[in-house]
């Protein structure tokens, strides 16, 4: 059994999963839909846990919910926490929780599913365009705050810097109104299909919304967390094999 080969947790996996706790309880006990998702559920279901490098954690939302979620996880939130509310001046596309402790080295991303086209009978050519635009606008938004130190590319820096500058010249509200307007784009309640935002790796990643319908609960270290019941449906569209363990940050 993985837990009894494993040693103790990485102090910042276990201030995670205390945000995980907080968050699962405090929503399960209002009814509320969630499910952990990206290299978290990659973890949940390879590792029972944590992929050992990964440092923060990801659920996903229903555009519908956000509102009141939003409510719900600040109404009690623990001292130690910090909620980060994207619709407050934030430029960000998500939500997170944030240890106080470790800061943004431990913190859960609150992803938002929003509706999507239908798009069967596009060419791959028209969905990429749709993806590269959720691209951009996630590389715009976080631009305004982002590190320098974490751009990889010598050669992406200077554009980095220079749209970072445009940027700063843009008050955040008026961010604020695009991404909004892309979350709204296509009607949550009557769209057969769905993505978040900083979906743009590839076309499968606009997916059926009844794949999100259904919940279960599934092993997370010693505890257990809600996760989408078609989870293969849904991390397959975005990593392909994702059995197969790889260096690769989800």
Excluded at 79 to 98: G, K, Q
Excluded at 231 to 241: A, Q
Aim: proline content about 3%.
């Amino acid at each position: 059994m993985k837990k009894e080969q494993d040693c103790q947790l990485h102090p910042i996996h276990e201030e995670l999963l205390d945000i995980l706790s907080y968050i699962h309880d405090t929503l399960t006990s209002n009814n509320m839909w969630y499910s952990i998702a990206y290299g978290t559920a990659i973890g949940a279901i390879r590792e029972k846990g944590f992929i050992k490098w990964d440092k923060d954690a990801d659920i996903l939302i229903k555009l519908p919910d956000r509102e009141r979620i939003r409510e719900v996880l600040k109404a009690n939130i623990p001292d130690r926490f910090t909620y980060i509310d994207a619709s407050e001046d934030n430029v960000n596309c998500f939500d997170n929780i944030m240890s106080k402790k470790f800061g943004h080295l431990a913190e859960v991303d609150i992803y938002t599913v929003v509706g999507a086209p239908s798009i069967e009978g596009w060419s791959d050519s028209r969905k990429k365009r749709l993806l590269r635009r959720n691209k951009v606008l996630v590389k715009l938004t976080c631009a305004k705050y982002g590190d320098v130190m974490k751009i990889g590319k010598k050669y992406k820096v200077i554009p980095f810097l220079l749209v970072k500058g445009f940027l700063h010249l843009i008050p955040n509200r008026y961010i604020r109104r695009v991404v909004t307007h892309y979350e709204n784009k296509y009607d949550y309640a009557t769209a057969d299909n769905c993505m978040t935002l900083v979906s743009y790796a590839k076309p499968t990643e606009i997916i059926k919304k009844e794949v999100f319908d259904k919940l279960e609960l599934h092993a997370f270290e010693d505890k257990q967390f809600c996760i989408v019941s078609q989870y293969d449906t849904y991390l397959r569209s975005r990593y392909g094999n994702y059995m197969i363990p790889t260096t690769k940050k989800y």
